[in-house]
T-cell receptor
Framework: RKEVEQDPGPFNVPEGATVAFNCTYSNSASQSFFWYRQDCRKEPKLLMSVYSSGNEDGRFTAQLNRASQYISLLIRDSKLSDSATYLCAPKGSTLGRLYFGRGTQLTVWP | NAGVTQTPKFQVLKTGQSMTLQCAQDMNHNSMYWYRQDPGMGLRLIYYSASEGTTDKGEVPNGYNVSRLNKREFSLRLESAAPSQTSVYFC???????????FGPGTRLLVL
């Protein structure tokens, strides 16, 4: 079983829509989780960290379900600028590394 | 601060050639990482260095070597390039632990 699994999408939504992505992880010992955003042909950049049940930052909400071993990212009131690939990354039990998912592609259209 | 810098930005190699990808960070970070990213495969860890003087293998270390030259610099060497190593290579660093990783702009490598 892969360490991290994400629906690759693509998700195509209109401006103003609410969209949610899920990410499942296999290591039940993972304690912290991260969402990174990657624009086309650019490097990944940290979007949000999740250490407990969830985190909210403006239009973005990340939620953690430890029992089912998944984290979700909810984007409200989507903007054109939200178009990107979103990478899920749980911290592994081995010190010093994250495990990145393959990413979910989002396109927001006008 | 420049953050994380990588050189070169692009490189074309022939099979069997060698090269070194350079990475430097000016944030006084302790940990540094090398990833490769292929279409549909996501980011895969090649090697990482938790602190100056230490290096550890990641998921896909075969065909690569690394050197943590000092706290700032972490280089990745391909001794004999193969077409399977065609990829985009990202270097990243963190102050401590793996959480908030700052990535460099990447090196696009094509091996013919």
């Amino acid at each position: 079983r892969k360490e991290v699994e994400q629906d690759p999408g693509p998700f195509n939504v209109p401006e103003g829509a609410t969209v949610a992505f899920n990410c499942t992880y296999s290591n039940s010992a993972s304690q912290s989780f991260f969402w990174y955003r990657q624009d086309c042909r650019k490097e990944p950049k940290l979007l949000m960290s999740v250490y407990s049940s969830g985190n909210e930052d403006g239009r973005f909400t990340a939620q953690l379900n430890r029992a089912s071993q998944y984290i979700s990212l909810l984007i409200r009131d989507s903007k054109l600028s939200d178009s990107a690939t979103y990478l899920c990354a749980p911290k592994g039990s081995t010190l010093g590394r994250l495990y990145f998912g393959r990413g979910t592609q989002l396109t927001v259209w006008p | 601060n420049a953050g994380v810098t990588q050189t070169p930005k692009f490189q074309v190699l022939k099979t069997g050639q060698s090269m070194t990808l350079q990475c430097a960070q000016d944030m006084n970070h302790n940990s540094m990482y090398w990833y490769r990213q292929d279409p549909g495969m996501g980011l895969r860890l090649i090697y990482y260095s938790a602190s100056e003087g230490t290096t550890d293998k990641g998921e896909v270390p075969n065909g690569y070597n690394v050197s943590r030259l000092n706290k700032r610099e972490f280089s990745l060497r391909l001794e004999s390039a193969a077409p399977s190593q065609t990829s985009v290579y990202f270097c990243a660093s963190t102050l401590r632990g793996p959480e908030t990783q700052y990535f460099g702009p990447g090196t696009r490598l094509l091996v013919l």
